[in-house]
């Protein structure tokens, strides 16, 4: 019986041995999991820490990487498919010559071999047909019978009498004459629907070349947009440019502030730096750095105008994500006056600088506190281009308290004279 009982007791202690182990590893597999997830979330969350030595305390902006899709992709293409859409075929075919220019040249080329080919083919079936019927094809014809074509007695040559008629090769052998007159129709009609491929083929290819699409691609926007003080007002900007030497006619551009509110539907799709002052009537005036951090947005901006060669419009569209929207940057200067020319350096086209005046707070805020801008040093114009990399910031109380003081100096300088007078 004591045998028995030790048994028992050494089976229930291996079994809670067991059962201690099966626990420690499940709670060492969790820890692994937790400091995994842990470790994922350090590297997917970056602090950056902004400083400011002009009344602004320090501020630690945790920047979140997401993968966000974009709507407009950054060469100007949209990104979007299009499903589910009734009687596509019948309204791509409705406006023919707009589908021919836009499909690609593989696709263009081979309908511009099918439509010649199939109309030799009909009219040469058709000819072929006539010929039948008349009884041209019969092996035994009369002495004094008169053909509808003359030196057409296949298929085959039907084709190719259609080949010439339609092409005005005329090699002389074959021909219509007076016997029949569907035969006459049939070769009338053939030269119309000739003349009509011809212009609507050369008319396509013409415009494709011609397409002012291509014009993009010597158009570059920045790729970053910034953030910085611009004549005393937060401002956005981004840099536009034209690689060509041919200018482009009554340019304008225009942006859209793509929000997606967490549901599937999205509300709506020498260089120039574009300024969008940041007020009460923009949509960015709420928006700080620690707001764009967290902000789920896309900005997409477009650029049309007038392509110089053909007179026709052009459009080309970029976006920029809250991520690449540099808080307190502005563009470098990349217009250089060189042994008396200016230079264009394109090597500085997307490079930006750090302004470390700029307010880390969004335009309401800088509203609400009353900061100005005003220049170190010397006094810059409003309407002037400021590449300063710094910028002071006093408040409105400060600048009362400055012109009281010169107030009172200028009364004493007026009591002083007027003494002495």
């Known amino acids: 019986m004591k045998d028995v009982h030790l048994k028992r007791n050494r089976l229930q202690e291996a079994r809670t041995l067991w059962n201690c182990k099966l626990n420690l590893s499940v709670l060492q597999n969790r820890f692994k999991m937790e400091t995994k997830i842990l470790k994922s979330q350090q590297h997917n969350i970056c602090g950056q820490r902004s400083q400011s030595n002009h009344g602004f305390s320090q501020m630690l902006i945790y920047h979140h990487i997401r993968s966000s899709y974009r709507f407009v992709k950054k060469d100007g293409h949209c990104n979007v498919q299009f499903v589910n859409m009734s009687e596509k075929g019948q309204r791509y075919l409705t406006d023919i010559f707009t589908t021919c220019v836009d499909i690609r040249w593989r696709w263009m080329f081979l309908i511009f071999c099918l439509s010649f080919v199939l109309s030799w083919l009909l009219f040469g079936f058709t000819f072929w047909l006539i010929a039948a019927l008349h009884g041209d094809l019969a092996p035994d014809q009369p002495p004094n019978s ?33 016997e029949c007159p569907s035969a006459v129709l049939a070769v009338v009609l053939q030269c119309i629907l000739g003349c009509i491929i011809d212009a609507f083929i050369i008319g396509a290819i013409m415009a494709k070349i011609a397409k002012p699409k291509k014009r993009n691609e010597t158009l570059v926007f920045s790729e970053t947009a910034v953030v910085a003080m611009r004549d005393g007002k937060l401002c956005l900007m981004w840099r536009v440019a034209n690689l060509r030497k041919s200018h482009l006619v009554e340019a304008h551009v225009r942006a859209q502030l793509l929000v997606s509110d967490g549901t599937d539907r999205i509300f709506l799709v020498s260089p120039v730096t574009i300024v969008h002052e940041i007020d009460a009537e923009s949509p960015l005036y709420e928006y700080g750095p620690m707001e764009l951090a967290n902000a789920d947005f896309e900005l997409v901006v477009i650029l049309e105008g007038m392509v110089e060669a053909t007179a026709m419009t052009t459009q080309c569209r970029s976006s920029y994500l809250p991520s690449e929207l540099l808080w307190g940057h502005r563009f470098e200067p990349v217009l250089f006056e060189r042994h008396g020319h200016y230079e264009v350096d394109y090597q500085h086209f997307h490079r930006t600088y750090e302004v470390p005046g700029t307010p880390a707070c969004s335009a309401k805020e800088l509203s609400q506190r009353k900061y100005r801008v005003s220049p170190v040093g010397t006094t810059a114009a409003h309407s002037s281009f400021c590449y300063e990399n710094e910028v002071a910031l006093t408040t409105c109380h400060e600048e009362e308290e400055e012109d009281e003081s010169q107030g009172k100096q200028r009364v004493s300088v007026e009591n002083e004279t007027t003494t002495t007078t």
């Open 146 to 178: 008169r053909p509808c074509f003359s030196e057409v007695t296949s298929f085959m040559a039907a084709f190719l009498f259609s080949l010439e008629t339609q092409t005005s090769i005329g090699y002389g052998f074959r021909s219509v004459t007076e």
